[in-house]
Nanobody, 126 residues
Framework: DVQLQASGGGLVQAGGSLRLSCAASGFTLADYTTGWFRQAPGKEREGVSCISGSGGSTYYKDSVKGRFTISSDNAKNTVYLQMNNLKPDDTAVYYC???????????????????RGQGTLVTVSS
Protein backbone atom coordinates (compact mmCIF):
# COMPACT_ATOMS: atom_id res chain seq x y z
CA ASP A 1 0.00 0.00 0.00
CA VAL A 2 1.13 3.53 -0.77
CA GLN A 3 0.43 5.69 2.24
CA LEU A 4 1.30 8.91 4.01
CA GLN A 5 0.57 9.00 7.69
CA ALA A 6 0.67 12.22 9.67
CA SER A 7 0.87 12.06 13.44
CA GLY A 8 1.95 14.06 16.46
CA GLY A 9 -0.87 16.54 16.82
CA GLY A 10 -2.50 17.35 20.11
CA LEU A 11 -3.56 20.02 22.54
CA VAL A 12 -0.89 22.41 23.75
CA GLN A 13 -0.82 25.77 25.47
CA ALA A 14 0.41 28.85 23.67
CA GLY A 15 4.19 28.91 23.75
CA GLY A 16 4.41 25.14 23.75
CA SER A 17 5.89 22.74 21.21
CA LEU A 18 4.83 19.78 19.13
CA ARG A 19 6.60 17.63 16.57
CA LEU A 20 4.60 16.32 13.67
CA SER A 21 5.70 13.27 11.71
CA CYS A 22 4.85 12.35 8.13
CA ALA A 23 5.70 8.72 7.54
CA ALA A 24 5.60 7.24 4.05
CA SER A 25 5.11 3.62 3.10
CA GLY A 26 5.15 2.00 -0.30
CA PHE A 27 7.34 4.67 -1.83
CA THR A 28 10.44 6.74 -1.07
CA LEU A 29 9.95 10.26 0.26
CA ALA A 30 13.40 11.26 -0.95
CA ASP A 31 12.07 11.06 -4.52
CA TYR A 32 9.52 13.81 -3.84
CA THR A 33 9.02 17.25 -2.42
CA THR A 34 7.09 16.95 0.82
CA GLY A 35 4.93 19.69 2.20
CA TRP A 36 3.09 20.34 5.42
CA PHE A 37 -0.23 22.07 5.01
CA ARG A 38 -2.93 23.18 7.40
CA GLN A 39 -6.56 24.10 7.27
CA ALA A 40 -8.44 25.79 10.06
CA PRO A 41 -12.24 25.84 10.25
CA GLY A 42 -13.62 28.41 7.83
CA LYS A 43 -10.23 29.14 6.34
CA GLU A 44 -8.48 28.12 3.17
CA ARG A 45 -5.78 25.51 3.10
CA GLU A 46 -2.30 26.98 3.34
CA GLY A 47 1.19 25.69 2.83
CA VAL A 48 3.19 25.83 6.06
CA SER A 49 6.55 24.38 5.13
CA CYS A 50 8.01 22.29 2.35
CA ILE A 51 11.23 20.35 1.87
CA SER A 52 12.90 18.93 -1.21
CA GLY A 53 13.57 15.22 -1.54
CA SER A 54 17.27 15.78 -0.89
CA GLY A 55 16.49 17.93 2.13
CA GLY A 56 18.66 20.66 0.71
CA SER A 57 15.87 23.11 -0.03
CA THR A 58 13.18 24.29 2.35
CA TYR A 59 10.41 26.85 2.35
CA TYR A 60 8.46 28.36 5.24
CA LYS A 61 5.35 30.44 5.39
CA ASP A 62 6.27 33.86 6.78
CA SER A 63 4.19 33.48 9.91
CA VAL A 64 6.06 30.33 11.02
CA LYS A 65 9.60 31.36 10.17
CA GLY A 66 11.83 31.11 13.23
CA ARG A 67 9.30 28.92 15.04
CA PHE A 68 8.88 25.85 12.82
CA THR A 69 11.59 23.61 11.41
CA ILE A 70 11.07 21.00 8.71
CA SER A 71 13.48 18.09 8.40
CA SER A 72 13.70 14.68 6.83
CA ASP A 73 15.09 11.31 7.87
CA ASN A 74 15.57 9.17 4.80
CA ALA A 75 16.40 6.08 6.84
CA LYS A 76 12.98 6.32 8.47
CA ASN A 77 11.26 7.56 5.30
CA THR A 78 9.77 10.32 7.41
CA VAL A 79 9.52 14.10 7.30
CA TYR A 80 9.13 16.05 10.52
CA LEU A 81 7.76 19.44 11.43
CA GLN A 82 9.08 20.75 14.73
CA MET A 83 6.74 23.48 15.94
CA ASN A 84 7.92 25.73 18.75
CA ASN A 85 6.37 28.79 20.37
CA LEU A 86 2.96 27.74 19.14
CA LYS A 87 0.22 30.35 18.92
CA PRO A 88 -3.56 30.00 18.92
CA ASP A 89 -3.54 30.99 15.23
CA ASP A 90 -1.60 27.78 14.52
CA THR A 91 -4.68 25.75 15.45
CA ALA A 92 -5.68 23.65 12.44
CA VAL A 93 -5.69 20.21 10.93
CA TYR A 94 -2.21 19.59 9.60
CA TYR A 95 -1.51 17.12 6.83
CA CYS A 96 1.40 16.24 4.61
CA UNK A 97 1.48 15.83 0.87
CA UNK A 98 4.03 14.96 -1.78
CA UNK A 99 4.59 15.99 -5.36
CA UNK A 100 7.38 16.38 -7.85
CA UNK A 101 7.62 20.16 -7.99
CA UNK A 102 9.79 22.79 -6.34
CA UNK A 103 9.39 23.54 -2.63
CA UNK A 104 8.21 27.07 -3.32
CA UNK A 105 5.56 25.96 -5.79
CA UNK A 106 4.49 23.15 -3.48
CA UNK A 107 3.91 25.52 -0.59
CA UNK A 108 2.61 28.58 -2.44
CA UNK A 109 0.42 26.90 -5.06
CA UNK A 110 -0.22 23.40 -3.75
CA UNK A 111 -1.66 21.21 -6.48
CA UNK A 112 -5.12 19.95 -5.73
CA UNK A 113 -4.14 16.45 -6.77
CA UNK A 114 -0.95 16.02 -4.75
CA UNK A 115 -0.89 12.72 -2.93
CA ARG A 116 -1.71 13.37 0.69
CA GLY A 117 -2.39 11.57 3.89
CA GLN A 118 -4.96 12.09 6.60
CA GLY A 119 -4.44 15.01 8.87
CA THR A 120 -3.57 15.42 12.51
CA LEU A 121 -5.27 18.04 14.66
CA VAL A 122 -3.22 20.70 16.40
CA THR A 123 -5.02 22.79 18.98
CA VAL A 124 -3.24 25.66 20.70
CA SER A 125 -5.00 27.16 23.69
CA SER A 126 -4.43 30.72 24.82
Amino acid sequence: DVQLQASGGGLVQAGGSLRLSCAASGFTLADYTTGWFRQAPGKEREGVSCISGSGGSTYYKDSVKGRFTISSDNAKNTVYLQMNNLKPDDTAVYYCAVDQITVETMCKIPPADSFRGQGTLVTVSS
